[in-house]
């Protein structure tokens, strides 16, 4: 069973940044595709990026592309989102989950694992 936790949420200005971490238990030899996602209250859980955990691959949605990072430290089993040019509509949960699956993987009900979430509220 793999255990995600994340952390670096917080309150930020607009046009500040935040990196979150999400640091994977030891058991990560079944992971090949990490993910991050957001959901905001009362909408969706959206997809934001993901990386191939052996290509190093990413991939970004329109709203993350050019102001989101999404990279990994494979010996540290981490994983990291880099958030910049902060805007209010970016105020959600972040979630980061893992799967099994190859690269690329969009759809959240095909993660297997998902961490409990971290608060980023950012302030106009």
């Known amino acids: 069973q793999v255990q995600l936790v994340e952390s670096g949420g917080g309150l930020v200005q607009a046009g500040g940044s935040l990196r979150l971490s999400c640091a994977a238990s030891?058991?990560?030899?079944?992971?090949?595709?990490m993910g991050w996602f957001r959901q905001a209250p009362g909408k969706e859980r959206d997809f934001i990026a993901t990386?191939?955990?052996?290509?190093?691959?990413?991939s970004y949605t329109d709203f993350a592309r050019g102001r989101f990072t999404i990279s990994q430290d494979i010996a540290k089993n981490t994983w990291y989102l880099q958030m910049n040019s902060l805007k209010p509509e970016d105020t959600a949960v972040y979630y980061c989950?893992?799967?099994?699956?190859?690269?690329?993987?969009?759809?959240?009900?095909?993660?297997?694992?998902w961490g409990q979430g971290t608060q980023v509220t950012v302030s106009s």
């Open positions: 989950a893992a799967t099994s699956k190859y690269f690329p993987v969009y759809a959240s009900r095909h993660y297997d694992y």
């Open positions: 030891e058991r990560t030899f079944s992971i090949n595709t």
């Open positions: 990386i191939g955990r052996r290509s190093d691959a990413t």
